[in-house]
């Protein structure tokens, strides 16, 4: 039973560029949650998407944008990257969104 | 004051040990609660999760939740040095048909000595 991957693993930027993380859900799972970790933080909810509707949103400015797929998988979008958007990006799925979030390994982002 | 309060750490103890890792918080809105371990540079596992005051056992794990005194802890019996990791306490609520994203603690960072 596949988990949820995402990718890349890890990448650098530089401070105004843009980027793009993706994500697989579990296998049976339709709803996709994204985080933002920072080093020694515990995770930050960013959105979360069900239906290829944004559902839920946290405290995040428009720069972080999202999408879901017919299939399910998802992409996080960060425009303008700023140094402080340096930290580790989490995909949780789950199924029609109830409360069992599984994680992935995270992609791990450094901007320079 | 943050919605979900946990102790860094490092808690470090003796193999074998009973481990205690707690969390408080201030949003009474909160219906479930979760723990995830997370190891260094790997995504969060989640470890259980509850719906009501009480508590609820899995293998060497214990969950509790006192929703009057908005409290929940984690016991660990016969902690072995592969439980070291970091712990997270994590709680939600639903709204418009759905489970709202999770809310954290910051993490404990338990460190089980052989």
């Known amino acids: 039973d596949a988990g949820v991957t995402q990718s890349p693993t890890h990448l650098i930027k530089t401070r105004g560029q843009q980027v793009t993380l993706r994500c697989s859900p579990k296998?049976?799972?339709?709803?996709v949650s994204w985080y933002q970790q920072a080093l020694g933080q515990g995770p930050q909810f960013i959105f979360q998407y069900y239906e290829e509707e944004e559902r839920q949103r946290g405290n995040f400015p428009d720069r972080f944008s999202g999408h879901q797929y017919p299939n399910y998988s998802s992409e996080l979008n960060v425009n303008a990257l700023l140094l402080g958007d340096s930290a580790l990006y989490l995909c949780?799925?789950?199924?029609?969104?109830?409360?069992?979030?599984?994680f992935g390994p995270g992609t791990r982002l450094l901007v320079l | 004051q943050k919605e979900v309060e946990q102790d860094p750490g490092p808690l470090s103890v003796p193999e074998g040990a009973i481990v205690s890792l707690n969390c408080t918080y201030s949003n009474s809105a909160f219906q479930y609660f979760m723990w995830y371990r997370q190891y260094s540079r790997k995504g969060p596992e989640l470890l259980m999760y509850t719906y009501s005051s009480g508590n609820k056992e899995d293998g060497r794990f214990t969950a509790q939740v006192d929703k009057s005194s908005k409290y929940i802890s984690l016991f660990i019996r016969d902690s072995q040095p592969s439980d070291s990791a970091t712990y997270l306490c994590a709680m939600m609520l639903y709204s418009g048909g759905g489970a709202d994203g999770l809310t954290f603690g910051k993490g404990t960072h338990l460190i089980i000595q052989p």
């Open positions: 949780a799925s789950s199924f029609e969104a109830r409360e069992t979030q599984y």
């Open positions: 296998s049976g799972h339709d709803t």
